[in-house]
């Protein structure tokens, strides 16, 4: 219980962990909602709480009450697979984050319907934080092309040096700016 109350506020176990109070200063006072997509304990979406940002939190049936449990702890759940559309309007989110959870296992498909679907739900601006994507080194530049096919703006990257498969980063959706050359 002690590892949870320190994940996300010191580095803990790891030493390239991005902190909470890292992540919130790229956007100061802009990140007010958002999605972790991942599982475990949602330690991270009661971190964000206390910093005044809502998280919305995805479970899976595990064969254990995890829906229940998010709850008890004034936390949002949403119980969705993999395989589906995320219930949210376009460009709503401030923030998706995912720990752990996205890893090499995942098909390439798979992957590239999921990374569309956040993109879909994120506004121009927001941000799309990665923590802790493992995969093999040989799959890596695969994964990197998934991740890098929107063109996010890198603002903090961290790979451990004797580690190249190991991905932590926050990246920047650009804006899109669209002009009428006609004077219109």
């Known amino acids: 219980m002690e590892k949870e109350k320190l994940k996300w506020v010191t580095n803990t176990s790891f030493p390239t962990d991005i902190l909470i109070k890292d992540a919130l200063s ?44 998010i709850a008890l702890r004034g936390l949002i759940p949403l119980y969705v697979t993999l395989n589906q559309r995320l219930p949210f309007f376009e460009n709503t989110l401030d923030l998706i984050h995912t720990t752990g959870f996205m890893d090499g296992w995942i098909d390439l498909r798979l992957m590239d319907f999921i990374l569309f679907d956040w993109d879909r739900i994120l506004w121009p601006g927001g941000l799309l934080w990665v923590d802790r994507f493992f995969c093999n080194r040989k799959d890596l530049d695969d994964y990197m092309y998934m991740f890098l096919q929107f063109r996010y703006k890198k603002r903090i990257r961290k790979l451990p040096i004797n580690a190249p498969y190991f991905i932590l980063e926050i990246t920047k959706i650009p804006f899109q700016l669209t002009c009428n050359m006609d004077g219109v």
């Open 26 to 69: 790229v956007k100061p006072g802009e990140i007010r909602i958002g999605l972790d997509f991942g599982i475990g304990m949602r330690t991270f979406d009661a971190r964000m709480r206390e910093h005044n940002v809502t998280i919305v939190t995805t479970t899976l049936n595990l064969g254990a009450p995890f829906n229940e449990m």
